[in-house]
């Protein structure tokens, strides 16, 4: 009777141990799951914003990009990238003596001289070509409007002005000169350093 009721007892036991290991053994699979589940989102997200990031960099270096061909373009029409345009600087003087009527405005430019290179892509340098200007003027709004013209109107280069000295003539006001202005101004480009077309 004993043998009878422990073998009563014994498949539900089996049956209880069974289920428990089972449901053990699913508990352990589900946590497995979800914790790939878990790392699966976690790299998903860091792919998301490392791409996201990617995408606005790579917005922001094209637009960088254009605004710099935008500005090279525009230098470039302007003739300030390129080959020096000595006729038309010297164009360019004759203009502003005969717009302003000054008494006297002479100029020598000599050769042009590499500054250096450009920390830019490519094979770009820095070229200065210096002109000493030598001017008799009426009064200081003359000196004022002679540097205004030199700097504003299309150039073909980048006027930099690097001394200038005003003395008074000693001349009769009769010959509408009372200060003479001696300048020395360069004028700026940029070429390639093959002297190659840009």
């Known amino acids: ?5 422990a073998n009563t007892f014994s498949g539900p036991v089996v049956l209880s141990v069974c289920l428990l290991l089972i449901s053990a053994a699913m508990l352990w699979f589900s946590y497995s799951a979800r914790s790939k589940a878990i790392a699966q989102r976690i790299r998903t997200t860091q792919e998301a914003r490392e791409a996201t990031d ?34 038309d600087w010297a164009d360019r003087l004759r203009s502003i003596r005969g717009q302003h009527r000054f008494a006297q405005l002479d100029f020598e ?13 490519g094979d770009y340098q820095l070229s200065a070509s210096r002109m000493q200007i030598r001017a008799g003027l009426l009064h200081e709004g003359d000196f004022v409007d002679l540097m205004t013209e030199l700097r504003s109107q299309p150039a073909n280069a980048i006027v930099a ?23 020395t101004v360069e004028w700026l480009t940029v070429s390639t350093g093959t002297g190659a077309k840009p």
């Open 109 to 121: 430019l000599l050769p042009q001289r590499i500054l250096g290179p450009l920390s830019t892509p």
């Open 54 to 87: 990617r995408y606005r960099h790579t917005s922001e270096d094209e637009a960088l990009i254009r605004r710099t061909i935008d500005r090279f373009e525009t230098l470039r029409q302007r003739g300030i990238i390129g080959s020096e345009h000595r006729l």
């Open 1 to 5: 009777m004993k043998h009878k009721r």
């Open 161 to 183: 002005p690097r001394r200038c000295t005003l003395t008074p003539s000693g001349d009769s006001p009769m010959q509408g000169i009372n200060l003479r202005a001696e300048c």
